[in-house]
């Protein structure tokens, strides 16, 4: 039974710092490609970041030099760190991971509230 279980959502003060962590199980890990969404009320889903097996990283424009993605094989983890919160990242944050050829997994999210 694949499962991706986010961690770390909060409420902080625009300027502040949090680390969302998405632990995976039921899944090849290293072999996935894995991203960080989100979903404001009224909005889309979008991407925030994504890292791929081999490390490489993409960020939306909106959150490139505040956020930093990264993940630890070893623990079937992947994390994201936000640092310079402001108000319009406030939004419930998913956790995906994807392979090649297989079904998207997603995780039940966390939701991260930026205060003014």
């Known amino acids: 039974q694949v499962q991706l279980v986010e961690s770390g959502g909060g409420l902080v003060q625009a300027g502040g710092s949090l680390r969302l962590s998405c632990a995976a199980s039921?899944?090849?890990?290293?072999?996935?490609?894995m991203g960080w969404y989100r979903q404001a009320p009224g909005k889309q889903r979008e991407l925030v970041a994504a890292?791929?097996?081999?490390?490489?990283?993409n960020y939306a424009d909106s959150v490139k030099g505040r956020f930093t993605i990264s993940r630890d094989n070893a623990k079937n983890t992947v994390y994201l760190q936000m640092n310079s919160l402001k108000p319009e990242d406030t939004a419930v944050y998913y956790c995906?991971?994807?392979?090649?050829?297989?079904?998207?997994?997603w995780g039940q999210g966390t939701q991260v509230t930026v205060s003014s």
């Open positions: 039921g899944i090849i890990f290293r072999l996935f490609t």
């Open positions: 995906k991971g994807a392979w090649l050829g297989g079904p998207d997994y």
């Open positions: 890292i791929t097996s081999g490390g490489v990283t």
